[in-house]
């Protein structure tokens, strides 16, 4: 039963990073109001994240109770292989996307001066699939060190 509400905590929230990151992000030309046009659904997803991230966590915990060693190794090369191609995706993305606006929200040339680290023109920068990779992972990992014990194959 818990992976079923793993599965359906990691759907719900998935959806909600991937609506937020789609139709929720302003495009350079857009005009931007007082608010950003993500803060509703934002506020709505975080409780869901949470849940997830504390699911995955408690996952993380169990899966690797009586793990072997080659279990434990193909692990951490499967995160590490998420860390570093989400991590490498979100690095290009983000840089790709201050060379458009020509620079972050606090250099007065750029086209999103003023308007804070979280506005309407970077909401894909926060809530988007590498994003949700990266999170989970760490969740699972940091779930995963409570004392295990390893059985030899």
Do not use: C
């Not at 992972?137 to 194959?153: C, D, H, P, R």
């Amino acid at each position: 039963m818990k992976n079923l509400s793993w599965y359906i905590s990691l759907a719900i929230t998935f959806a909600g990073f991937t609506i937020i990151s789609r139709f929720f992000t302003l495009e350079i030309g857009d005009s931007v109001g007082n608010i950003n046009p993500a803060f509703i659904p934002i506020v709505l997803l975080i409780p869901f994240l949470l849940l997830s991230l504390f699911i995955t966590f408690t996952v993380g915990s169990t899966y690797f109770t009586n793990a072997s060693p080659g279990k434990l190794v193909a692990g951490i090369l499967v995160a590490l292989l998420i860390f570093v191609l989400a991590g490498g995706t979100e690095y290009q993305f983000i840089t790709g996307e201050i060379e458009q606006f020509g620079g972050i929200w606090s250099a007065e040339n750029s086209k999103i001066y003023g308007l804070g680290f979280l506005n309407g023109f970077t909401n894909d920068w926060y809530f988007n699939e590498s994003v949700f990779l990266i999170l989970h992972t760490t969740a699972f990992l940091v779930g995963s060190m409570k004392k295990q014990k390893i059985e030899a194959e």
